[in-house]
Structures are given as structure tokens and as C-alpha cells.
């Protein structure tokens, strides 16, 4: 879109300015861009560790773990679907 659409009759330079550049500045002010969110959100992946042991595919899971808080591997029971039961996964690199 140009300029010449987003401008409306009565807008302030404030209003102008963030409908423009879609950041928000002070009237007058220079407008820097929206920083992108940094999360300490890591994804890992967990392994059946009793599907190996009988000779079976192994399930894998995808799963997010914050690396400020917890610092050790992750172990959940999971449902393995070759097994056909809930079994203990734990987290691989």
C-alpha cells in the first residue's frame, strides 16, 4: 500500500508514523522496528528406551524444555504405539 491510502483527514504524525512503518514512536520521535521475541525454549527429542531392548521400532517425540530452569535430561512416560504401551522416553541429543 502507498502512503497516499494509509493517510486518512486528521491523522497525527504519531498515528501516521505507525501506520506506515507498523511501529510505535513517540509523536516526532524516531521510530525503531519490533525487536523479535528470544525465548530460552530448546527443542528436544525423546526416545523410547524398552523398544531397542524387544527389537521393535523406536517412537520418538518432539517436546520444548526451557534451558534456564530445567538443566538436566528430560524422561516422561509416553505411549509407544509399537509396543502398544505407555513406556519411560528420554531425551536424546
Do not use: D, W
Amino acid at each position: 500500500m502507498g502512503r497516499a491510502r494509509l493517510l486518512r483527514r486528521g491523522t497525527y504524525a504519531s498515528e501516521m508514523q505507525t501506520q506506515i512503518c507498523g511501529c510505535s514512536a513517540p509523536a516526532g520521535g524516531f521510530a525503531l522496528p519490533l525487536q523479535p521475541f528470544i525465548t530460552m525454549q530448546e527443542v528436544v527429542t525423546l526416545e523410547c528406551t524398552e523398544a531397542r531392548k524387544e527389537g521393535k521400532p523406536v517412537s520418538r517425540y518432539l517436546t520444548k524444555r526451557n534451558k534456564k530452569t530445567v538443566t538436566e535430561r528430560i524422561e516422561k512416560k509416553k505411549y509407544n504405539p509399537f509396543l502398544k504401551r505407555h513406556t519411560l522416553h528420554k531425551e536424546i541429543k
